[in-house]
Nanobody, 121 residues
Framework: QLVESGGGLVEPGGSLRLSCAAS????????IGWWRQAPGKGREEISC????????KYADSVNGRFTISRDNSKNPVYLPMDIVIPEDTGVYYC????????????????WGQGTQVTVSS
């Protein structure tokens, strides 16, 4: 089971930190991705930290503002979000892909339930 946390209401220009924690297994053999779904839109991949070397990838829309990281297999994967804009509003999901160098949503093994992020003044 994956559990996301850290969402909420934030003003434009502010910051949030999302967390993705695993229950019942460890994350060390997985690539971990973050996707978001804005109202009325499809699910968009925004960041991925791959297996085995923890290389990172970002969508152009968040590059330079969001940073994906993990410390070790037992800790959550984090997504600090800085300089947020209204277009960052949506439900954020994390997902695991077994021993992968890329986060392909059709290959996700586990999905979290999502956490809502709303950017508004």
């Amino acid at each position: 089971q994956l559990v996301e946390s850290g969402g909420g209401l934030v003003e434009p220009g502010g910051s949030l930190r999302l967390s993705c924690a695993a229950s019942g297994f460890t994350l060390d053999n997985y690539a971990i991705g973050w996707w978001r779904q804005a109202p009325g839109k499809g699910r968009e991949e925004i960041s991925c930290i791959n297996y085995p070397d923890s290389g990172t990838k970002y969508a152009d829309s968040v590059n330079g503002r969001f940073t994906i990281s993990r410390d070790n297999s037992k800790n959550p994967v984090y997504l600090p979000m800085d300089i947020v804009i209204p277009e960052d509003t949506g439900v954020y999901y994390c997902g695991t892909v077994w021993r992968a160098i890329a986060c392909v949503h059709t290959s996700v093994t586990y999905w979290g339930q999502g956490t809502q992020v709303t950017v508004s003044s």
